[in-house]
């Protein structure tokens, strides 16, 4: 058990509504550089429901990094991403994890936050199997081209998704798409509700075991965008801009976290029951591949090319623009 003193409540993260705008119109509660009584600077910050996408970030608490950072944070596990920026927002979580479509979408509308850094990246291992486009195991198919209904969190174009399924020789426009609950996407496959779906882990490896579903091929290498982000950290530059030492320090203790997390692989495992995410511990080659380092504008752009190019964003807004820069 934790050492160190985690608290973790639980919200509502998905994509990104039109509720969002309203938020960009609240106050921002900002915190002082400082506690009034001179100890460590309380944050609330937000993650993923995803335990190997947030463990490194419990971890790096457990092990005292953002503590020696004159930091003390409370992490807020989100469920409904739609969440995620009207919070960061109002002030009512100083940092947090958005999806990058959703936090890009954001920016390029205006509002006023800005990414700060990432937890996981697309792999670049082109033999990774952390995600794959699974088929129902009796549906004989087997070609992207003879599927026609496809199950997604949303109804809503997913470029990363579309992008796959293009370079697979299917038609991402010409699917008939249907909205699932993620962590059902699954059972709509196995079912033969749709023809197919991409699953990451965990969820892949459920699916799997059911021995209701195959897959229909790995998504890697030229199939994705290896090296870009996939869950982003945000902050809002009013708060930002009230506070750039706490963010500093911040920025600092999410990278130490996720370069330690990316160098001890097996510990992230093993800790994932710790958090209260998932009882499960995954085999480290079934997990996502981290964020080393700041988050670089050259990894950023060619991920916002393929939102531009699938119509997911307009494009006037580049990388660099997007990214916290101190």
């Not at 995410?277 to 916002?304: D, N, T």
Request: negative net charge; proline residues 6%; contains cysteine.
């Amino acid at each position: 058990m934790f050492n160190r003193r985690i608290r973790a409540t639980t919200a509502l993260l998905a994509m990104l509504p039109l509720a969002v705008l309203a938020a960009a119109c609240s106050a921002e509660e900002t915190v002082p550089e400082n506690d009034a009584a001179g100890g460590p600077t309380p944050l609330t910050v937000a993650v993923s429901p995803g335990a190997e996408t947030s463990a490194p970030m419990y971890l790096a608490i457990e092990r005292g990094v953002f503590e020696d950072l004159g930091l003390d944070l409370t992490l807020t596990v989100l469920n409904d991403g739609s969440i995620a920026i009207p919070n960061t927002l109002n002030g009512q979580t100083q940092f947090s994890m958005s999806g990058f479509g959703p936090a890009a979408q954001a920016i390029e509308k205006g509002l006023a936050i800005k990414m700060i850094g990432a937890a996981n990246v697309i792999p670049t291992d082109p033999d990774s199997v952390y995600q794959a486009i699974v088929v129902g195991k009796d549906s004989g198919i087997d070609s992207m081209a003879d599927v026609s209904t496809w199950a997604a969190d949303s109804t809503e174009v997913d470029p990363s998704q579309a992008f796959a399924v293009d370079a697979l020789g299917g038609d991402y426009a010409a699917l008939q798409k249907v909205a699932v609950p993620f962590p059902s996407i699954g059972d709509a496959v196995a079912d033969g509700t749709v023809d197919a779906a991409l699953l990451n882990e965990p969820f892949l490896t459920a699916a799997l075991e059911t021995g209701k579903v195959d897959v229909l091929s790995y998504i890697a290498g030229e199939l994705t965008i290896p090296g870009a982000p996939g869950a982003v950290f945000i902050g809002s530059d009013e708060y930002m801009a009230a506070n750039p030492d706490v963010t500093a320090a911040f920025i600092d203790g999410v990278e130490e976290a996720y370069r330690y997390a990316s160098e001890n692989m097996q510990e992230v495992a093993d800790f994932i029951p710790e958090t209260g995410l998932s009882e499960r511990i995954p085999k480290v080659e079934e997990m996502s591949e981290y964020q080393v380092g700041p988050l670089q504008a050259s990894a950023v752009q060619p991920l916002l090319d393929v939102y531009a190019d699938y119509g997911a964003i307009s494009g006037t807004v580049s990388a660099e623009e997007m990214i916290h820069r101190s």
